[in-house]
């Protein structure tokens, strides 16, 4: 296999942070759905594609279709989890190794992400992650999220390319693998449980770290 472009996923393939996901707490904080109760679908797309960075203007545009009532002690929780997320947002050990050699040998490196505005700075400035990358797309940028074939087609034509020329790299069986293939794309799954032994589809493989993934495409 030898994409033209490789496109990487953020969250659990990237880089680790919170045990436990920040907008389900959040549907908690603003009580949408009671503890324990699993993430809304439509609250969640609600928050990846609300390209809002003032924390309480964003509480009020993701409450709003939810008639979820926003208060100054909620506000101030979520600015306490935000800044839990950006604190504990950690680069996995072969991450900056293997996109630099990505780029040595050739590829074109760019990300496609299921993220709200609050950690990018952090993540892609302070940590220096930005510099790997030719072009960065956020669901909230876009205003559609994986696995929506429109955020695989908009990356690909930042690129200049067809989705056959890319691979995307990603930890979801469900945002990355079927949503690239969708669009065209071959996908590589990174299952660092060892749980996935393999996958149906031709141009998709299974691999259990990023160092695999460089050693596929080398």
Known sequence: MRPKVVLFDLWMTLIFGLSIDPILTLQELLKHRKPGEPLDSEFLTKCLTTNVSNPGRFLREVAAPFDLKVTRG??????????????????????LEVLTQLKLQGYRIGLISNLWPFPVHRIFIEMGLGAHFEHLVYSYEVGTRKPAQKIFDHAAQLFGVEGGDCVMVGDSMSSDIEGALAAGMHAILIDRSGKVKGLDAENAHVVRSLTEVKQLLI
């Open 74 to 95: 909620s506000v101030t929780a979520f600015r306490k989890l935000i800044a839990e997320e950006r604190n504990a947002a950690t680069a996995y050990d072969d991450a």
